[in-house]
């Protein structure tokens, strides 16, 4: 078989299903319903984008970043429907990974992974290193004792000069959170699906509670100007920069193989995580733009629960609100860990990495080694590194694993077709129109990313390149298959 045809070469339409003996009999227990999987969505989703990149996102584009949300959910939805279609069609975890493989072959498929690894642990390292500001808020208006500064600022800074590097400083608080998350992981999927969902549950009525007072302080005047001297471009990179936050989307896919009746319920919990998501963001951010001017965003640590201080006068509401935040952002760190555990899982599933990471806990049914290994590698990152380097690389990730996806569909729907076999959900207007819509969408976000974005993303996939050829192409189960049908 010659090298094109390996690069090209494809899954079968049967996922998961037709893997079962390719790993030793190893698999991940059932462990969602519809409930518990559209809360592992909206865990990973909403929250992150509000509790943390409004400092990020705003001074980008001022009161517009209204539209940057509006965009990035709008670009989210049209992707959210292929994911549904396909999942509906391809019983499997791993998401794009797994959907990469059946429609565009092992090479592409790779290097959606490679995305998804970047993607999941970069935004679980954001995440937990935004944690941090919410800890030292709820601690200093709880009791008056805030973190030292040593122990929550990172080693790697980026300021006016560039890169700075501070000997003297850890960021304690996101290690902690990492090894949290890692011991309920290490419990089993059922129990970290019921820990997540109470979470989100809290961090729902908490964003709640804040915009019920914010509003009570709402002004208009802080949306004009509506667009600040950057325009359209400013909400084109602040959607570059928000986009990371609808990982949750991906996420829900990632647990194919932990989910009861998939067909039905992936893509059902996709669409309703999305539609959750969406109302959230809006009226949140909406809330908090009437409540505080734009320019009061930059730089501003614990931002909501600053406002809350703000608009009240009262340490109690900013209490409040950073214990929920405290809480429940726990979750989003939890499923961005959980997710590249599972991608992770599929990978080594498919013999593209070593078998370590295809070990699962006989009790548990969890696989132990790749949640060490991502905990460990999460940990290292978010106690060193200053979040902004983080953000726009993990949109960066998602916005390729989301062209992936479209793409997929019509290879796809086209092999279904071929096969004879029954599909579930089916996109509306063929399935060019949205893939195509969705692709574009993604494609006009991605240009306005900056070029540092570009230069470490192509660096990561240089080494993911690395990777293929010197290990997972000589590995694969379907190199392997290929040998044994030769000797037959």
């Not at 505080?292 to 340490?315: C, M, N, R, S």
């Not at 240089?462 to 000797?487: C, D, M, P, W």
Request: neutral net charge.
């Amino acid at each position: 078989m010659g090298l094109i045809q390996n690069l090209l070469r494809t899954k079968g339409l049967e996922g998961d299903a037709g893997e079962e003996g390719a790993h030793g009999g190893a698999s991940l227990a059932p462990s969602f319903g519809l409930f518990s999987l559209t809360m592992l969505g909206v865990g990973a989703t909403i929250g992150t984008g509000i509790f943390f990149v409004m400092a990020e996102a705003v001074p980008k584009a001022g009161p517009a970043v209204l539209l940057a949300f509006l965009l990035a959910g709008f670009t989210a939805g049209l992707t959210a429907l292929c994911y549904a279609e396909l999942a509906a069609s391809i019983p499997a975890s791993g998401s794009s990974y797994s959907y990469a493989y059946v429609g565009l072959g092992e090479f592409a498929a790779y290097i959606v992974a490679a995305c998804l690894m970047l993607e999941y642990a970069l935004s679980a390292s954001a995440t937990a290193i935004g944690w941090s500001g919410y800890l030292n808020n709820f601690l200093v208006n709880l009791v008056g004792v805030p973190i030292p500064e040593a122990l929550r600022s990172p080693m790697l800074v980026l300021g006016e000069k560039g890169l700075e590097i501070h000997v003297d400083q850890f960021n304690l608080p996101p290690v902690i959170l990492v090894g949290l998350c890692g011991l309920l992981l290490l419990r089993g999927a059922k129990e970290s699906a019921t820990a997540n969902a109470i979470m989100v549950m809290l961090k729902l009525a908490v964003l709640i509670f804040f915009a019920v007072i914010a509003f009570t302080a709402f002004n208009a005047d802080n949306f004009t100007p509506f667009y600040n001297e950057a325009g359209m471009k400013g909400v084109t990179a602040a959607a570059g920069t928000v986009f990371f936050s609808f990982i949750g989307l991906d996420a829900i896919s990632t647990a194919g193989a932990e989910v009861r009746n998939p067909k039905r319920n992936v893509p059902l919990g996709i669409v309703l995580a999305l539609i959750i998501v969406m109302a959230g963001y809006v009226v949140v951010a909406m809330a908090a733009l009437g409540a505080q001017p734009a320019a009061d965003f930059a730089h501003q640590e614990a931002g909501l629960a600053v406002i809350l201080q703000k608009v009240t006068g009262q340490g109690w509401p900013s209490v409040v609100l950073s214990a929920g935040a405290v809480i429940s952002v726990f979750s989003v760190t939890l499923v961005a860990i959980y997710g590249q555990t599972r991608i992770l899982f599929a990978i080594a599933r498919d013999g593209l990495i070593p078998k370590t990471f295809q070990q699962v806990n006989t009790r548990t049914l969890a696989p132990v080694n790749n949640i060490v290994y991502v905990c460990i590698g999460v940990a290292i990152v978010a106690g060193t590194v200053d979040s902004s380097y983080l953000w726009d690389m993990v949109s960066m990730g998602t916005l390729v694993a989301f062209m992936a996806v479209s793409a997929s569909v019509p290879v796809v729907r086209a092999r279904l077709k071929a096969a004879s076999t029954v599909q579930g959900f089916r996109l509306p207007f063929g399935p060019y129109l949205i893939p195509g819509l969705s692709i574009a969408a993604c494609c006009y976000i991605l240009k306005d990313l900056s070029h540092a974005t570009y230069v470490v993303f192509f660096s990561w996939i240089t080494v993911a390149l690395v990777g293929y050829f010197a290990y997972g192409i000589r590995h694969s189960n379907l190199t392997r298959a290929a040998a044994q049908k030769e000797q037959a």
